[in-house]
Structure formats: C-alpha cells, structure tokens
C-alpha cells in the first residue's frame, strides 16, 4: 500500500466477504430445497431464497469491484484518492440498499424480473451510489497519472454504470422487455465486467510477477479488443427465442461461439507473464487466485458457454441445468475468482500484515474450487440427462425433475463443500495467522 | 518494412506487419468471423440444396461483378496511396485516398440499388435461410465498406505512413473478404 486513501477498500472487501458467506448459505439452502421440497416453504419460498442468492452475488461482486478500483486507482494514478469520505458514504448506503431489498424480499417486496428483482426506489439508489463511485474514482485518475489499465478499468465501470440504466427500462412488451433486460445481464458480464476483468489482472500481473508495464498493456489491448469484437454482438445468442427475428440465430451462434477467444487469451497472458516475470512474490496466494482465476474463467466462461450457445444446440439444451452448470462456473471463475485474487493480493498490504495464512487461504482455494467443479459436473451431467428426456424423449417436466433427485443430491454436497471452501478463505483473510506462522512467511520476501 | 516494425517492438509477430498491430487483431478477428459465415453458408447449401439454387438464381451477378472490379480498383488506388504517402508526397497520397473513397461509394450505391430491386421483389432477411444469409453476410460487408470509409477519411485529415498502412490494410481485408463471398455467394452452383 503506498497511498493512505487505499484504505477505503477494506470496507468494501469487508463487506464483499460478508455477502459472499451469505450467497452460498443461501446457494446451499436452495440445493436442499430441491433434494427436499417442503424445507422451509413457509418460511422461505425456493423463489425468494433464489433472488437473495443471486442478487448477494452480483451486489457482493460489484462490492468487490468498487473495492478493487479504491486499492488499484491510487496506486496506478499515483496520487491520493479524490475523496476517501465519499467513498465511506457510498459503501454504507450500498450496503444499506442491499440489506433493504434483502428485507424486503424476505416480506415478498420485489418487482419480478429476474435478476432485477429490486424495488424501483433501491434501482434509482443504485444509480446515485454508481454516480458517486464513478466521480470519485475519474476525479482520482483526473487529477493522477493515465495508464492504460486505469483507462480500461474505467471504460468498464462507467459501463457497468450506463448499461444498469437499462433495467429502469421494462417495456410491456415482453419481447422488447426481455431484449433490453439481456442489454443489462449480458453486456455486464460478457462485455463491461470482462474489461474491469482484464485491467485487474493486468495489475495483478504487473504487482505479482514484475514483467514490463509495456508487454502487459499490449496484452491488455489485444483482450479487451477482442472481448468487445465477440461479446457485444455475442448478446444474440440470447435472442433466439424470445420473439426477435431468426437471423439471431446466425449473429449470436458466430459470435458467441467466439467469446471464448479472450477468455482463452487471458490464459495464455496470465501463464506467459508468470513464466516470463523474473520476480517470485511472496504472496504465493494471490498469484494461485490469478491463475485460477483465468483458468477457471476459460473453462466456466469459454467452454461451458460454446457448450449451449450454438442455436442448433440451445434449441435443446435451452434452460436446462446445462445453463445452471455453465452459470455457476464462469461466475466462480471469472469474478469470484478476480475478487479473491485482488482482496489475498490487497488485504495484507491494507492491513500491514505480511502474506499471512497462506496454506489456509490456498486450502480454501483447493476446497472450493473442488467443489464448484463437481458442482458444475454433477449439473452439466443433470442438464444433458434433463434435456434428453425432456426435449428428445418428450417425457413431462416433473417425471424428468425426478430422474434428476441423484445429480441434485450431488449438487448440494457439492454446495456443502464449497461453503467450507469458502469459510476458510473469509477467515484466512480476517483473520491474523499466529506469530510463528508470520514469522515464516515474512522470511520469505529475502529470497 | 523494418522502419514501422521498430516503431512498436514487442507484439511478438505482429510486429512484422505494416501499420498498427491492433489493426491486425482486428482483421484476424473479422477473417474469422467472414470466415464461419462462408462455413455456414456452404454447410447450410449442402442441406437445403434446392432452396439455394433458387435464391441464387434471384441474384444479379452483373451487379456483383461490376463490385468486385470497383472495389479493387479501389484497393489499387488505396495501396498507391500509400506509396505516395511513403515517397512523403501528402497530396498525391489525399488523391488516391479519395479515389480510393469514391470508388468505395460506387460500391455502396450498387449494393443499394441491388437491396432495392430484392425489396421490390418482396425478398428480405425472412424470406428463407439463403436470403437470411445473403442479407447477413453482404450487409455485413457492406457495413464494413462503411467503416472503411470513415478510416480512410481518418488517414486523408492524418496521413502518416502508419496511418495510411493501417487503413489500407483494413481496406484490403474488406476487398478480400467480397472477392470470396462474391463467388461463395453469387457463383458457385
């Protein structure tokens, strides 16, 4: 840490970590749901519990976002953040409307459209939270030094921004409303998301391995070209069969089966940095995250998408648990893992700790990992069944939902696992390692 | 082509290439996607072969022919732009660029008047699978001649060497790209 501004990022990893913990609680609760029906049903309808579940997950992911560009922004720009206080203010009343439409939906408060369930009052919250963000941090690198990662990283988050506006949209046409609905979940996560995606590993790598700011900014260039070139028009795989005309058919399938080129290009970035980089880090932690995370990223992201995104193959495949299998890795991959790498990278520093509980952290990225991968295989395995007899053999919804009770159990132990994963990484992150252990880490650095 | 790859340095093996390496990406990409399209294209003909001897004997060869030789001739005009622009004459080099330009525009004109007599017709992207892809991919042509357009207008208000280079190259790429659909499209029975 260099600037003292870049303390304000605690908050929001704090936070992030917090939601984290309550989107898999949330996650497990409905695997059991599924395994045993009338769980909670009074308390906790599968819907309600599905909204806090996603909904923890994308505020927590942003969360985390906004605390990424607090730590990398000052530090890039070189100058002290424009106002930490705005940012305190801006955590506190995210945090605030977040926990609001929680409440809110645990007394059935919520507008319907999936993913954009929040009342229209917390949307227009939202959009004050993203404008104070967004001043702040443009302010910062304003009045700092330009680098291209902090021009990428801010060409996403004013993305992230402009394209949000679109959920106030909901047209009575339910054509039009769904087109403009995948203008928000779609241009977030395979287009904006992917830039902010690509400047934080592009600073990971820089920070972790030491190669040249000049050979990372080519790759960053090359990714990001390549992300807008497939992923904007790759929305179409989306328009199949919602109503748009048919050519979508063709537009999406070309495009999309393409958005696994940058993701596959992040790979090899991340790979030939370390390989190239001279500098061994100590925080062996962050560089395993990094790593993981444009690894996972390609799998989660890249393969499983092409797996279901040529329209021949969606035609059958279409809302199965293929899409649940591919939804829940490239999540894990792409922005938890970017998150965890960033706040394993970030927190020591903050807290001027030296890389601490390393093994416990690396535990945490082995256990959940092992379990979002079973998770995604015990899925994948569920949706190809699922759309066999459902979309091949003709059989009825809930016969086939019954043919699916093994992979389900598997999925919810699969859930459990990766709960636990996930506990050890928020702990070794809060928590302070014991002397001896800091000892031996610390002496790591004089190598 | 040593002077310009040493003005970058450190794009691995876009480095040999004239102009600006991001450009290249983009042409790759473009191939790519042209590329899966004429894929597509000949996939599907093999499957419905009735359907598109038919669309294609609506097509106006005369029209994609008189294209072709338009846009390369524009594709000439443009490389002597650049060698204009190499020998540092900026005059001659806005010459040919304009040239390169109107030639472009002839181009777009012809295609209109063509979208024009298939509309009269009552043929649009919905009429069957050959014309949803004769629409696509010549639209998407189309559109890149467009860009085309603007980057040349780019290059004739800054014409350096790279610039120049850059354009051209983007330019080439789209008169590539029609001299294998006019014959994957218009031709091939």
């Known amino acids: 840490m260099k600037y003292q501004s870049q303390r304000v990022a605690l908050y929001y990893f704090a936070g992030a970590l917090g939601l984290f913990v309550a ?8 695997g059991t749901i599924v395994v045993v029906p009338n769980f909670l049903s009074e308390l906790l309808p599968f819907n309600i519990a599905r909204m806090i579940h996603t909904n923890a997950l994308i505020v927590w992911l942003l969360m985390g976002f906004f605390g990424c560009a607090y730590y990398l922004i000052p530090e890039e720009s070189e100058t002290e953040l424009y106002s930490p206080k705005l940012a305190i203010l801006q955590f506190w009343l995210f945090l605030f409307g977040a926990a609001a439409a929680v409440v809110g939906y645990l007394f059935r408060i919520h507008e319907g459209r999936e993913f954009l369930e929040q009342p229209l009052w917390i949307k227009l919250a939202i959009v004050v939270v993203a404008l104070m963000f967004l001043f702040n941090v443009s302010m910062t690198v304003l009045k700092g030094r330009k680098t291209a990662i902090t021009n990428v990283l801010l060409l996403g988050l004013w993305g992230i921004a402009v394209f949000f506006l679109f959920s106030l949209y909901n047209p009575s046409n339910l054509i039009l409303d769904k087109m403009f609905w995948w203008w928000v979940v779609h241009l977030w996560v395979e287009g904006v998301w992917e830039l902010v995606m690509a400047s934080v590993l592009a600073f990971l790598m820089i920070k972790l391995t030491g190669v040249d700011r000049e050979v990372v900014e080519k790759w960053l260039y090359i990714i990001i070209s390549l992300t807008l070139f497939t992923g904007i028009l790759g929305t179409g795989h989306h328009y199949y069969w919602i109503g748009t005309p048919a050519y979508w058919q063709w537009i999406g399938s070309i495009f999309s089966a393409l958005e696994v080129v940058p993701f596959f ?70 922005y938890v893992m970017l998150n965890i790498a960033m706040f394993t990278y970030a927190m020591p520093n903050l807290l001027k700790r030296e890389p601490y509980n390393q093994v416990l952290n ?69 928590v302070p390692g014991s002397a001896r252990q800091a000892g031996r880490v610390a002496a790591q650095p004089a190598e | ?28 990409s473009e191939l790519v996607v042209f590329g899966a399209f004429f894929v597509a294209f000949s996939v599907s ?40 622009c ?15 330009g109107l030639l472009g525009v002839g181009f777009l004109g012809v295609k209109l008047a063509e979208y024009a007599g298939k509309a009269s017709q009552g043929i649009g992207i919905d009429t069957d699978t050959f014309f949803t892809l004769f629409y696509l991919m010549t639209g998407f042509h189309a559109a890149h001649v467009i860009l085309g357009l603007v980057i040349l207008a780019v290059v004739a208000w800054k014409p350096s060497l790279e610039n120049a280079e850059t354009g051209a190259a983007f330019w080439h790429m789209v008169d590539l790209i029609w001299v294998l659909l006019y014959p994957i499209v218009y031709l091939i029975r």
């Open chain 1, 23 to 30: 989107q898999i609680l949330f996650g497990v609760i409905m």
């Open chain 1, 265 to 334: 290009a992040m790979v090899i970035f991340t790979f030939m940095m370390v390989w190239k980089g001279g500098r061994s880090h100590a925080n062996k932690a962050a560089l395993l995250w990094s790593l993981g995370c444009s690894t996972f990223a390609f799998f989660g992201a890249g393969v499983w998408g092409f797996l279901h995104t040529l329209a021949p193959i969606n035609y059958v495949t279409h809302g199965t648990q293929v899409t649940a299998a591919h939804g829940h890795l490239a999540f894990y991959g792409a």
């Open chain 2, 86 to 100: 190499a020998a540092g004459d900026t005059r001659r080099c806005r010459r040919w660029l304009a040239g390169a």
């Open chain 2, 45 to 84: 003909r093999v499957l419905h072969p009735a359907m598109f001897l038919a669309g294609q004997a609506k097509l106006d060869r005369l029209a994609g022919g008189v294209n072709t030789m338009l846009l390369l001739t524009s594709g000439l005009a443009a490389a002597l732009a650049v060698s204009a």
């Open chain 2, 1 to 28: 082509m040593t002077d310009h790859s040493e003005a970058h340095g450190g794009w691995g093996a876009l480095d040999h290439l004239p102009g600006n390496p991001l450009m290249w990406v983009l042409i790759l």
């Open chain 1, 362 to 430: 690396m535990w945490g990225f082995w256990i959940t990992s092992s379990g979002v991968t079973f998770m995604t295989f015990a899925l994948t395995f569920a949706g190809v069944v699922q759309a066999h007899l459902q979309r091949v053999m003709g059989m009825g919804f809930m016969d086939v939902q019954d043919q699916l009770g093994l992979f389900y159990w598997m999925r919810l132990g699969a859930g459990v696992v990766t709960l636990l994963g996930v506990i050890l990484i928020v702990w070794s992150l809060a």
